[in-house]
């Protein structure tokens, strides 16, 4: 299978959490640059990210569908296919409001918007990216299918590189299906114990079976500001 690189790049707190309290602490802010730092050094050609990330990303815009729109194809759009960077939203059923096809966040370089979808998403969703310049993968017909999806993104796109940044749902979803390479995990020097915040990986209740994961320590490095990055190999993807 050819396929991208894939990396899961992920800052967490030494409680395991990728969110909550913590990430409004010095320690946690101060880490995130350094995140973002090594994030831009990877110079991978697209980001990933899961529905709920995506979704706080494009404040929670809801798309608006048009029964009367133009049709479009049922499987792949390419809207762009030589992007400087993508970023790539997995979006299985078709909600996530976007307004263009390129992602603008400050901070962050602008980034072609691919949507990667599932059999589920209606095909009035799918004439409503394709309206706003927004490519689209399917994969899978009633879940993702990580496998396909990553084969398309290189055959389609020549995505060679790829960082998964988040969820934990996501991350463990790619995980079990065998297309993740590399783990990098920056630790902050904080936590705040919240029961209910994300963690760095989560079974998606749509994963019917999970085994556990092992790693194989590639390297350790000393931050800034008291953080510390953990990369690790995964055994037998």
Same mark, same amino acid.
């Given at each position: 299978?050819?396929?991208?690189?894939?990396?899961?790049?992920?800052?967490?707190?030494?409680?395991?959490?990728?969110?909550?309290?913590?990430?409004?602490?010095?320690?946690?802010?101060?880490?995130?640059?350094?995140?973002?730092?090594?994030?831009?050094?990877?110079?991978?050609?697209?980001?990933?990210?899961?529905?709920?990330?995506?979704?706080?990303?494009?404040?929670?815009?809801?798309?608006?569908?048009?029964?009367?729109?133009?049709?479009?194809?049922?499987?792949?759009?390419?809207?762009?296919?030589?992007?400087?960077?993508?970023?790539?939203?997995?979006?299985?059923?078709?909600?996530?409001?976007?307004?263009? #096809? %390129?992602?603008?966040?400050?901070?962050?370089?602008?980034?072609? $918007?691919? =949507? *990667?979808?599932?059999?589920? @998403? !209606? /095909? +009035?969703?799918?004439?409503?990216?394709?309206?706003?310049?927004?490519?689209?993968?399917?994969?899978?017909?009633?879940?993702?299918?990580?496998?396909?999806?990553?084969?398309?993104?290189?055959?389609?796109?020549?995505?060679?590189?790829?960082?998964?940044?988040?969820? #934990? %749902?996501?991350?463990?979803?790619?995980?079990?299906?065998?297309? $993740?390479? =590399? *783990?990098?995990?920056?630790? @902050? !020097? /904080? +936590?705040?114990?919240?029961?209910?915040?994300?963690?760095?990986?989560?079974?998606?209740?749509?994963?019917?079976?999970?085994?556990?994961?092992?790693?194989?320590?590639?390297?350790?490095?000393?931050?800034?500001?008291?953080?510390?990055?953990?990369?690790?190999?995964?055994?037998?993807?």
């Amino acid at each position: 299978m050819k396929r991208p690189k894939i990396i899961i790049h992920i800052l967490s707190a030494l409680d395991g959490k990728i969110a909550g309290p913590f990430m409004g602490t010095p320690s946690a802010g101060a880490v995130s640059g350094e995140y973002g730092r090594i994030r831009g050094e990877y110079q991978a050609d697209a980001w990933l990210y899961g529905t709920v990330t995506t979704k706080e990303f494009t404040g929670y815009r809801k798309p608006e569908l048009d029964g009367k729109a133009v049709p479009a194809p049922d499987n792949d759009f390419i809207a762009e296919k030589n992007a400087a960077l993508y970023y790539v939203s997995v979006d299985a059923f078709g909600e996530i409001g976007w307004e263009s #096809g %390129t992602f603008q966040k400050p901070g962050r370089p602008d980034a072609h $918007v691919i =949507e *990667v979808l599932t059999e589920q @998403a !209606p /095909a +009035a969703y799918r004439a409503y990216l394709k309206e706003r310049g927004v490519s689209y993968i399917t994969a899978g017909a009633t879940a993702l299918d990580c496998k396909t999806a990553c084969e398309k993104l290189y055959k389609l796109f020549g995505i060679k590189t790829m960082l998964i940044c988040g969820g #934990g %749902t996501i991350n463990w979803t790619f995980l079990q299906e065998g297309v $993740v390479d =590399e *783990v990098s995990l920056l630790l @902050a !020097p /904080a +936590a705040d114990g919240e029961p209910d915040s994300a963690t760095v990986f989560e079974q998606s209740p749509l994963l019917t079976q999970s085994c556990p994961a092992e790693f194989r320590l590639k390297g350790l490095e000393m931050l800034n500001h008291d953080g510390v990055r953990l990369i690790y190999a995964v055994k037998n993807p």
